[in-house]
């Protein structure tokens, strides 16, 4: 058996490890990152790709602000642009009651320093004249952007390789243990390391490592569904969403739509399947023809998803473990790890060189689970069979 | 009783519906095309007078028969005609009927789901006048048209030589017929071909026919290229001695043989596994076509076999499928068709071997050779993926990366290619570059027949 010492082990090599890798390794941290399959798998790789600062949940903006700064000078970063575009991000109210949400979250948005417009049905029109008349109301946020998730997470990987990382894909962590001070962390091959600070950024199969110090939360395994269609004339710039969670699409430049339905379907973690059902694309493609008449004739050509891990309160876990000194948590990222990522990344590496991060990390305490948690609303519409 | 569908009506699905209502079953045959017959015996469109015993030539009889038996069946099945079925979930089919989307339960599904066209690409094999050998049949049976006036057939299969004699009969000119594998390596699969004499007969008349008018036929040459300024002006080779060929022609008819269409047996429940004579992935099944339970397969689309292995199979899934509804079936007629169908498929591997996929030559390709079509992905993006730190070696992370497969076709096309490609520059078997995976919808679907949210 090869032993091998670190200061860190990450365990998940989905976005949110990398990135912690990534940040680690800057602060001259001897980093090694553990992977089952290959860096960027699930959900980290099979996600809609959106970098959305509407409509988040208001404890998230900080985290959420720092990281959108991160994503602006990517290619600075680590190299590669990964498609990062600034395109924008145009949320639908189809009648008055889901207008007075979207004001809500808007003025939430304003209270962090985002600019949102609000649009009426003629100026809807007139900007995207291609859009449907149920559409009724609108707030467009420019600063809200997209990039490729197949490209993202393999791309950092590298970066975090060339500062020193050691990534190690199918190996299948086995044991943790605490061992003096710090953690033993044995692999199925036979790899064995020593290290001083463990993150566990496991997705999916995160609560496992939790469990083995005394901790855990109520995940669920799920597949965000995810469609494409051929090639169409570019036409549509923005990230478009409905309010009522029926759809949310965007163009590539190349042309072909991406969109995503809800709702979400619970996965298979132990084979490793996460299907999408064909009634879902059904819905998904009546919901894209009703925000989009002009695309009718569209044809869907593909459609895939990913394993992530989901909590009662639609929150994630990023933070200290409560009860072993030295283990981090960041999984249960809910569907929208990817816009925050390269910020959880950059917080852990405070945390865990700092002691301390400037940007409040408090409501994603796994704490929260020690009490019962209250099940969100989105949770309940973003299911079925959970 | 049991909800039955069989899905495709060329030979193997009309042979296992007759089967099936002659023991009074209730069957359902869905089929993609607007008349049945498959592609073999596909009929010209409707008020297009053809000559289509003159183009089946040996094979008019059997043409004739089917589309008569077919007629006899009709009144006493569920026919639906120009279906599309895009998903199998839970022993429900999703189709596209009319533009419209509906869902078909069943208790046991048939599947003659055929074949396509493979394809090796080459420099220039996406300009237009460069069809597939299928399509320039389809062109031919279904629109009564030539893809050109002179037309050279490439690839390696013994389908070229065929529907050269197609169209030479329909006054085009055949350039040549030029097949990638060397001679030595067809008369190495002779022995195996003498197991149909009737079939080897056939293909060697096409060929010995083509040599006689004077038409160019060529074994173990190289693709060049197409040339031409917006649309197919020539085909260039290298012959087996290493010189530089050159055909002027205005159409290319290319093929390497047939390819199963197995998405949706494996959205059924089908295993798939590497048949290295084909080097394809072909569906795993009992001797008569059982590939899960209550999923049997028939056809080109459970192993190539052409049309008279596709109707024995047929009869023999349906056996299967009565034996297992507990309906007494003939055992003698059962081992009869087993041992038949064993002769054709045995046959149809010795042609495998003999008109071989061109491993070495696909490999090979220069970086600047488009693979993906769809996706306009070159083969050189796959090799430059791949060589990158911790660039994928798995053909589905290679799709990811690189769009390669991502398009309409979905990898249909390119997929053997690809596959090829990526074990070459990983340095591995064809098996081990793994598979495509299939997702629903199998083929693209409008958004329009979803229909109106409730």
């Known amino acids: 058996m090869s032993r091998h010492t670190a200061d860190v082990v990450i365990v998940g090599g989905g976005l949110i490890g990398v990135w912690t890798a990534f940040f680690l390794a800057r602060r001259k941290q001897r980093v090694v990152l553990i992977e089952k399959g290959v860096v960027g798998a699930q959900s980290s790789g099979t996600n809609f790709g959106n970098l959305r600062l509407q409509g988040r949940f ?9 990281s959108q700064a991160l ?12 498609e990062f575009a600034q395109t924008g991000h145009l949320y639908l109210a189809y009648d008055d009651e889901e207008r007075a949400k979207l004001e809500g979250y808007a003025q939430v948005s304003e209270s962090h320093g985002l600019a949102i417009e609000r649009l009426g049905p003629s100026e809807l029109r007139k900007r995207w004249p291609w859009l449907s008349e149920r559409a009724v109301a609108a707030t467009f946020s420019a600063r809200d952007a997209t990039a490729n998730p197949r490209l993202v997470t393999p791309a950092v990987a590298r970066a975090a390789r060339a500062l020193g990382v050691s990534i190690i894909e199918n190996a299948c962590v086995t044991d943790v243990a605490r061992s003096g001070d710090g953690f033993a962390v044995k692999t199925a091959d036979g790899g064995h390391w020593n290290c001083g600070t463990l993150v566990n950024a496991a997705g999916a199969w995160a609560v496992a490592i939790a469990e083995r110090f005394g901790e855990t939360a109520p995940i669920v395994p799920a597949g965000p569904p995810q469609f494409v269609t051929e090639p169409f004339p570019y036409l549509i710039e923005p990230s478009i969403q409905a309010i009522d969670g029926s759809v949310i699409f965007r163009q590539i430049p190349r042309g ?23 009634a879902k694309t059904l819905a998904a493609m009546r919901a894209l023809a009703r925000v989009a008449p002009i695309l009718a004739q569209c044809h869907v050509i593909r459609v895939w998803s990913g394993i992530e891990g989901y909590l009662p309160d639609m929150i994630p876990v990023i933070g200290p473990s409560l009860t072993m000194p030295g283990l981090f948590h960041a999984f249960g990222f809910c569907g929208h790890g990817f816009q925050i990522g390269p910020g959880v990344g950059l917080c852990l590496s405070e945390m865990i060189v700092d002691g301390t991060t400037p940007t409040p990390l408090e409501p994603f305490s796994i704490g929260r689970f020690r009490e019962s948690v209250a099940v969100s609303e989105k949770f309940r519409k973003e299911f079925d069979g959970a | 009783m049991a909800e039955i569908v069989v899905v495709g009506a060329g030979p193997a699905g009309i042979n296992a519906a007759e089967r099936l209502c002659a023991h009074g079953h209730r069957v359902v045959l869905v089929d993609e095309g607007r008349q049945a017959g498959g592609q073999g015996y596909r009929r010209p469109s409707p008020g297009l007078d053809l000559d289509m015993a003159a183009l089946m030539g040996t094979e008019a009889g059997k043409y004739e028969a089917l589309h008569a038996r077919f007629a006899r069946l009709l009144p006493q099945i569920d026919y639906r005609p120009q279906t ?24 046991a599904l048939v599947l003659a789901t055929g074949a396509m066209d493979k394809i090796a690409p080459f420099p220039g094999w996406t300009l237009p006048g460069v069809f597939t050998l299928g399509g320039a049949q389809v062109a031919l049976k279904d629109q009564g048209c030539l893809i050109g006036r002179r037309v050279a057939f490439l690839g390696s299969s013994p389908l070229l030589a065929l529907a050269a004699a197609q169209y030479r009969k329909l006054g085009c000119e055949i350039v040549a017929i030029a097949d990638t594998t060397p001679f030595a390596s067809k008369l190495a699969a002779l022995p195996a071909l003498a197991r149909s004499p009737r079939t080897l007969w056939r293909g060697l008349s096409y060929l010995g026919g083509a040599m006689l008018a004077g038409v160019p036929v060529l074994h173990g040459v190289t693709p060049v290229e197409v040339v031409g300024d917006g649309h197919v002006e020539a085909l260039i080779l290298r012959d087996r001695r290493g010189r530089g060929r050159h055909f002027s022609c205005d159409a290319i008819a290319l093929g390497y043989g047939l390819k199963p269409e197995t998405q949706l047996a494996e959205l ?26 209550g999923l049997y397969l028939a056809g080109d689309g459970a192993a190539i076999g052409g049309a008279d292995a596709a109707e024995t199979s047929g009869g023999l899934a349906a056996m299967a499928l009565l034996v297992d509804l507990g309906s007494p079936v003939d055992e003698r007629a059962r081992l009869a068709l087993r041992r038949r169908l064993a002769r054709l498929r045995g046959f149809q591997k010795g042609l495998a071997k003999a008109f071989a996929w061109p491993v070495g030559q696909i490999r090979a390709l220069p970086d600047d050779v488009m693979l993906c079509r769809c996706e306009e992905v070159r083969i050189g993006e796959i090799r430059r993926a791949m060589a990158q730190q911790l660039g994928p070696v798995e053909i589905n992370r290679v799709k990811a990366m690189t769009r390669c497969g991502m398009g309409r076709c979905q990898g249909r096309v390119c997929g053997p290619a690809l596959q090829e490609i ?30 109106e949210a409730p």
């Open chain 1, 58 to 66: 208001p404890g998230q903006y900080p985290l959420s602000l720092r």
């Open chain 1, 71 to 82: 994503w602006e000078e990517i290619e600075a970063l680590i190299g590669e642009d990964c």
């Open chain 1, 256 to 278: 072909n739509i991406i969109l995503a339905g809800y709702p979400r379907t619970v996965a298979d973690p132990v084979n490793h399947r996460a299907p999408v059902p064909p």
């Open chain 2, 84 to 107: 599309l079925v895009w998903a199998v979930e839970d022993r429900t089919l999703h189709v596209v009927q009319a533009g419209v989307a509906a869902t078909l339960r069943f208790d």
């Open chain 2, 268 to 293: 059924a429940g089908a295993t798939l596994h590497f048949d290295e004579a084909f080097r394809l992935w072909l569906p795993q099944c009992d001797a008569d076509g059982r590939a899960a339970p």
């Open chain 2, 422 to 451: 990526v074990a070459g520059a990983a340095g591995i078997a064809g098996e081990q570059a793994g598979r495509l995976r299939v997702q629903a919808p199998v083929k693209p679907i409008a958004l329009c027949v979803a229909g």
